[in-house]
């Protein structure tokens, strides 16, 4: 079974021991005390070192990485031989320790003490301790990646091989992934960097030895390392295994996205066996299908589908359409999906459910059905991505479509796409929305939002239409969901208007994206409180 363990940079032996008391509290199971910048010189390290494991309160794992490992410690090799030396022939020595390849292989001193101080086939008597025989490098993936291993293997004395390396892209933890589930003897196989989240959270899927969690955010002791609380409470630690299906929301940059931690909450409201990732995949469509082929490939992964963002909503149509799967007909005319399902069979389906989360935020307030949208005027500001999913959506059920658009020739090219016999659009100048007499305005512009929520794109909202629209009330609908009360609301509030936030739509493309995968009613009240609550962080 992995193991979770929490691993220190040891400040003092009081630091010590108040952060491993704290993992032991928040489920850690084993502790990694990193030495390098433990105080004091010999005696006093090797002493203090004793008591910290002495009086730790989980099991531990003894490291002090040298500067030339990618660590702190610049002290000579005598000096982490002592530390070593006397925590392991102590009376409560550490359940292991943690030593590079390369210092073992190129020093005959360290290869000699290890073979005292660990259990191995040729040990005289019982040590109590396991060496952890590691490579690190913070540059990128080792070319002798292989050679490393073979090495670390090879080696009576290792009871556990350990490699990290700066993830290139995420599939660098696919191969981490090989590499557990090929090697005999326990291993540890982690990716660095924003690419490597995969391979921290999966490695109990894989069957590592264990992975990695820092403490607080900010103390990570390796770069991507997840805290604990988020490896427990976002990334579903405690339910993972090795049938667990993956699933994720793709994009570049990806910043704080909400999906995860809205997703993980409905696969545990709902006891579904799956784990939703951020999956940043470089722009252009070459790194997205590189990626996402290798995702597909590997069958023990279980990935499982994908939300889709910029910059690869139309790189996911190609990519369905070249590998013969099923492109849903409305994304294929919008030009764009936001959703990839794999199905049991293991095709394809590439679908849109940003323009049915639009209407239905907009009729579900009403308490209407799409088709009473047929001859209703209705204003869409913006003439990007989401514009063009809810005019698409809106054409289809027979509205009359005006796009206001700061480039007007980007609006005129929307419209003449959409517009049919079934359903008129037409562009506008944006400098005419304040003379508008639609009865419904959608904000599809980022006007509003965060960090720029004193902006709105309707400046005269309150006289020009407040009183414009005869019996019914205006309908006002701000696609932006940060903050999820815009001033471009709160102005419509104020003039009597009815009001919809981008967190419906949000939430209800989410919902339906969970439907299509999980087959299960998605919680849509808890993803409206994760949204809100992650929002007012
Ligand atoms: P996009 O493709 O970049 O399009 C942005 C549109 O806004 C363009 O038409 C652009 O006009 C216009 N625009 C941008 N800045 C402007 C400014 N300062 N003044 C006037 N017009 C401006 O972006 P998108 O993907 O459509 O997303 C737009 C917004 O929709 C996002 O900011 C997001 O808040 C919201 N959204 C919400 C959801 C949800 O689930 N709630 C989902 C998707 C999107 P030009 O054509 O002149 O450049």
Redesign the pocket.
Same mark, same amino acid.
């Given at each position: 079974m992995t193991r979770l363990a929490v691993s220190i940079l040891v400040q003092s032996l009081e630091h010590g021991l108040c952060a491993a008391a704290r993992a032991a509290e928040l489920g850690a199971e084993l502790v990694e005390f990193r030495l390098d910048h433990f105080p004091g010189k010999v005696p006093q390290a090797p002493a203090q070192a004793m008591a910290l494991v002495r009086r730790a309160p989980l099991p531990c794992i003894i490291s002090c990485r040298p500067t030339w490992e990618g660590g702190h410690f610049a002290g000579d090799e005598a000096e982490r031989l002592a530390i070593f030396d006397a925590v392991c022939q102590s009376s409560n020595p550490p359940a292991y320790i943690d030593i590079e390849l390369a210092a073992y292989q190129r020093s005959s001193p360290w290869r000699r003490h290890v073979a005292r101080w660990v259990d191995h086939p040729g040990s005289p008597r019982p040590a109590g301790t396991g060496l952890i025989l590691s490579s690190h490098d913070f540059h990128g993936r080792p070319v002798d990646l292989y050679q490393r291993l073979e090495a670390i293997a090879a080696t009576t004395e290792c009871r556990a091989i350990k490699v990290v390396w700066q993830a290139r892209s995420l599939r660098d933890n696919l191969e981490a992934f090989e590499i557990i589930s090929q090697r005999h003897k326990p291993t540890i196989a982690l990716c660095m960097g924003e690419f490597g989240l995969l391979s921290r959270v999966l490695a109990k899927k894989f069957g590592a030895l264990l992975t990695f969690a820092a403490l607080d955010a900010g103390r990570e002791t390796a770069p991507g390392q997840p805290t604990i609380e988020q490896l427990k409470s976002l990334y579903r630690w405690d339910h993972l295994n090795a049938q667990t299906h993956v699933y994720g929301v793709i994009g570049h940059p990806l910043g704080h996205s909400m999906s995860p931690a809205i997703h993980n909450a409905g696969f545990d409201h709902t006891g579904y066996n799956g784990v939703y990732f951020p999956l940043p995949i470089a722009p252009e469509y070459e790194p997205f299908k590189a990626t996402v082929a290798t995702l597909l490939a590997m069958p023990e992964l279980h990935f499982r589908g994908a939300s889709v963002t910029?910059p690869h909503k139309e790189n996911l149509l190609r990519f369905v359409g070249e590998c013969g799967g099923e492109i849903e007909p409305l994304a294929q005319r919008i030009g764009a999906a936001n959703t990839l399902t794999v199905r049991e069979d293991g095709s394809l389906y590439a679908s849109n459910t940003?323009y049915a989360?639009a209407l239905d935020a907009i009729c579900e307030p009403l308490d209407i059905a799409r088709e009473a949208l047929r001859g209703r005027r209705v204003a869409v500001i =913006?003439?990007? =991505?989401?514009?063009?999913a809810m005019v698409a959506g809106l054409a289809a059920y027979g509205a009359t479509v005006v796009i206001y658009?700061?480039?007007l020739d980007?609006a005129a090219a929307l419209a003449e796409q959409f517009n049919s016999a079934e359903a008129k659009v037409v562009p506008a100048p944006?400098e005419k929305l304040c003379d508008s007499c639609c009865e419904v305005f959608i904000n599809?512009?980022?006007?509003g939002?965060h960090p720029r929520v004193d902006?709105t794109?309707i400046p005269r909202f309150p006289t020009a239409h407040g009183k414009s629209s005869g019996t019914s009330r205006p309908v006002v609908f701000d696609?932006?969901?940060?903050p999820p009360v815009t001033r471009l609301l709160r102005e419509a509030q104020a003039a009597g208007c009815v009001t919809i936030s981008?967190?419906e739509?949000?939430v209800r493309?989410a919902a339906a994206q969970f439907e299509q995968w999980t087959h299960q009613p998605a919680p849509r009240a808890l993803f409206r409180q994760v949204l809100r609550q992650r929002l007012a962080q």
């Open positions: 910029i940003d989360a =913006g003439a990007g =991505g989401a514009a063009r658009n700061r480039t980007k944006l599809c512009t980022p006007i939002m902006n794109p696609t932006i969901y940060n981008g967190v739509m949000f493309q």
